[in-house]
Each structure stands twice: as structure tokens, then as C-alpha cells.
């Protein structure tokens, strides 16, 4: 399974939709990133660990919260989202086919040259938005041609567990 590490408040503030709700409400672009990363969970399959800074937050400790495959981390007081994402790129090592998301050119470097994949945020919005044209040219090509089948919209692993159950009884 893909591992992908997106540096959240990087993200927020390099899109333009999340940086406007930002300036109004940055309780409601932290929301936001985390419902699209919910899809992108949900349709690409990966593990895909959203960190935000709290390093500036006297007293804060590690707070993880898992969602299905997305886990939204708030780092501790004292360290920031690249250390976190640095470290635990290093614990996986090369094992995993990791993937960081940031802009931080500084931060590309390090998580590369641990083995790790780089995408920049801007590279990231656009892959998210072809990834929601595509959803949405499959939802509408199921409705042209007036297939509404649950197999098409159901992941083959699960359909196949189904089919398991349905034949033993």
C-alpha cells in the first residue's frame, strides 16, 4: 500500500480555494483538506498521514486521529510537521513506496533522498482535481449509457469477499 505524508498547513496555504477559507475561518480549511483527503483515501487506496504543525503550541502534545486510511497528526510542542514527516520516512525506510507532499524544497531533498517520492502541493491540487474529473466523467458515463451497477461503483476486493459469502452460506 502507497504511504503518502501531506504537510497540511503547506497544503492549505498553497491552494487557492483552502488559502481564501483560510483567511475567514482556518478551522474551516483544516475541515476542508481533511474531507478531500477522505476521497482521495477512499479512491486511490492509499495511507495518507495529513500533519499539522502544533509546535508553536505551548504544552501540546502528539495527537493522531485516524479516519479509515487517513490519519491527521498534530505534532507536539517543539517539533514541526517536516521533523515529524522526516522521521517517519525514516522508520519506513524502503520499505514502503512513500510519497511527501510539500513545497518545502528543503524538505523534498531530505524525504528523497530517504527514499521517498516527492510531490509539490500545487502537483498535488492537480492530481485531486483530475482525480474529481474522473469520478465525476465515470458517474456520468454510468448514467448516460443507464448502467446504475453497484460493481462499478463498489471496489473489486470487497465485491469479491461478497461473492464468498453469498456462495458458502
Known amino acids: 500500500m502507497k504511504i503518502v505524508f501531506v504537510d497540511g498547513y503547506n497544503v492549505i496555504n498553497s491552494w487557492p480555494n483552502l488559502a481564501s477559507i483560510k483567511e475567514h ?22 495511507k495518507v498521514f495529513l500533519v499539522f504543525d502544533a509546535h508553536m503550541v505551548k504544552g501540546a502534545l502528539e495527537n493522531k ?9 498534530f505534532t507536539k510542542y517543539g517539533e514541526t510537521a517536516d521533523s515529524f514527516i522526516e522521521r517517519s520516512v525514516n522508520k519506513i525506510g524502503r520499505k514502503s513506496d512513500v510519497c511527501v507532499v510539500t513545497s518545502d524544497s528543503l524538505e523534498q531533498q531530505l524525504v528523497f533522498q530517504r ?34 451497477l453497484i460493481e462499478d461503483l463498489v471496489d473489486k476486493n470487497i465485491l469479491n469477499t461478497l461473492d464468498k459469502m453469498r456462495r458458502n452460506g
Open 115 to 148: 527514499g521517498a517520492t516527492r510531490k509539490s502541493s500545487l502537483e498535488f491540487f492537480h492530481e485531486i482535481q483530475n482525480m474529481n474529473h474522473g469520478i465525476t466523467r465515470r458517474i456520468n458515463s454510468n448514467y448516460a449509457d443507464g448502467r446504475n
Open 65 to 73: 486521529e485516524r479516519i479509515g486510511d487517513l490519519i491527521v497528526v
Open 25 to 46: 475561518n482556518f478551522e474551516g480549511a483544516r475541515q476542508k483538506l481533511i474531507d478531500i483527503l477522505q476521497n482521495y483515501v477512499s479512491f486511490k487506496g492509499y
